[in-house]
């Protein structure tokens, strides 16, 4: 989900005959659009002065979709083939997108061989950096991929979903640091004002069903609430492991977060249900 500057939310679906569903905050269906894609998983919204639009990630077709806000196809961006990393029977299926400030778009191939590929505003090749591994640059599940503008540079936050921990990269590449959240196997970081948002699909064991829920880290990367989960306690500067504590969600899978700091939950396998909106109280 992502939500526009005029405070619509579009929600991404994989229902062919209705990819984007666009709500205003109260829930209320404004419309619909489709590019007909039976997988489309990760959706992003880039914002500059005149405009706005939609970068949307479809692994079956292997592509990202360069979109207007109403569906028309500006630029696709397909598989990198002519990469030796993709080289045989190597799987690249690409789960979502982050744009930079200078028009880069990064595409984690988080259900393939978690690289993150570097295009520029035209689609071009740049780079390619992370995958698989037991290094501290390595990738395991690149499920979700976001640009964090809170410090003095941009950098790149990439989820290690099956390490419950999201890394952060220089805008080239260049491995950082780790955010280690024990028990949290998180979907995509989201970035709103000082805080770091995730939604959490699985919690305590990799792929325990129906144990979703949304964590909160503030600047310093300190978890300070986990709606859903239990409360953040931290034992010499780590926080212990973490797992659902009320069963508000199934499976959680992405969050957005509007001017007012509400925060819109979408889940995977939650039997159809709608996205569920947190108001903030205080």
Not at 159 to 183: H, Q, V
Not at 219 to 233: L, M
Not at 257 to 268: G, H, L, R
Request: hydrophobic share 35%; aromatic share 10%.
């Amino acid at each position: 989900m992502v939500i526009s500057k005029a405070g619509h939310i579009y929600v991404l679906t994989n229902d062919f005959r209705n990819n984007i569903l666009i709500l205003d905050p109260s829930g209320e269906l404004i419309d619909t659009w489709t590019l007909g894609l039976e997988a489309a998983h990760g959706l992003t919204i880039s914002h500059s002065e005149d405009e706005e639009m939609l970068f949307i990630t479809d692994y079956k077709t292997q592509t990202v979709y360069k979109t207007t806000l109403w569906g028309q196809i500006l630029m696709r961006i397909r598989a990198p083939e002519f990469l030796d990393i993709y080289s045989g029977s190597s799987a690249y299926l690409p789960t979502g997108t982050a744009v930079s400030k200078n028009g880069d778009v990064y595409v984690a191939d988080g259900y393939g061989s978690s690289y993150i590929i570097q295009y520029d505003v035209e689609g071009r090749y740049i780079s390619h950096f992370g995958g698989r591994g037991e290094d501290e640059e390595s990738v395991n599940s690149s499920h979700g991929i976001a640009i964090d503008s809170r410090g003095a540079e941009q950098t790149l936050l990439v989820t290690s979903r099956e390490d419950a921990c999201i890394k952060r990269f220089t805008l080239c590449g260049d491995y950082i640091e780790s955010i280690n959240i024990p028990g949290a196997y998180m979907c995509r970081p989201v970035i709103h004002g000082e805080n770091l948002y995730a939604a959490v699909c699985w919690s305590d064991k990799l792929y325990a069903p129906n144990t979703g829920f949304v964590t909160i880290l503030n600047r310093d990367n300190v978890v300070v609430s986990n709606p859903g989960g239990i409360g953040p306690e931290y034992v010499d500067g780590k926080v212990r492991k973490l797992r659902q504590e009320v069963p508000l969600f199934s499976h959680c899978h992405d969050v957005c977060v509007d001017n007012d700091e509400n925060v819109y939950v979408c889940e995977w396998n939650a039997s159809g249900r709608l996205p569920v909106k947190l108001v903030r109280l205080h």
